[in-house]
């Protein structure tokens, strides 16, 4: 691998967790850009430190702890409230998944992957809420009034 190919894979890692940190961010969540920047750019490190051995086994060992690893980072955003039925941070718990699983792809250099997922990624950020809730306004319950 040379260096090249070495800036083009952390880079894109890097921009592309940067860029769904954005839309996390101006939505005003716990991770933004510099979180998962990070995220991306730690995931393909790691798995890029073993891609280039003959040992299938490590590199697959190495995605699997960093996919592990990442849904405990995850869990910890989060949240249900005791007083509300609704859970908090899914979507953004989901990011930071997607997110390094984006650093895993990138490491490996898998760009048609890329180049189809993240638009992928991006619609359903831009246009997954706005569905969700035209859904929940057609098909919900009403909620029960003590």
């Known amino acids: 691998m040379d260096a090249v190919d070495v800036?083009?894979?952390?880079?894109?890692?890097?921009?592309?967790?940067?860029?769904?940190?954005?839309?996390?961010?101006?939505?005003?969540?716990?991770t933004g850009v510099r979180t998962l920047s990070l995220v991306g750019l730690g995931s393909a490190l790691a798995v890029m430190a073993v891609v280039d051995h003959d040992d299938i086994n490590a590199v697959s060992r190495v995605i699997q702890g960093v996919l592990t690893g990442i849904g405990f980072l995850g869990a910890g955003v989060i949240v249900r409230p005791t007083d509300d039925r609704r859970v908090h941070g899914l979507t953004t718990a989901a990011c930071t998944w997607l997110t390094a699983c984006v650093g895993v792809v990138c490491a490996v250099?898998?760009?048609?992957?890329?180049?189809?997922?993240?638009?992928?990624?991006?619609?359903?950020?831009?246009?997954?809420?706005?569905?969700?809730?035209?859904?929940?306004?057609?098909?919900s319950p009403p909620a029960d009034n003590p």
């Open 7 to 30: 800036v083009l894979r952390l880079g894109a890692a890097t921009l592309i967790g940067g860029a769904i940190g954005l839309n996390r961010e101006l939505h005003a969540k716990p």
């Open 109 to 139: 250099a898998h760009w048609k992957v890329i180049l189809v997922g993240i638009p992928l990624v991006f619609a359903v950020l831009a246009f997954g809420g706005p569905i969700e809730k035209a859904i929940h306004r057609r098909w």
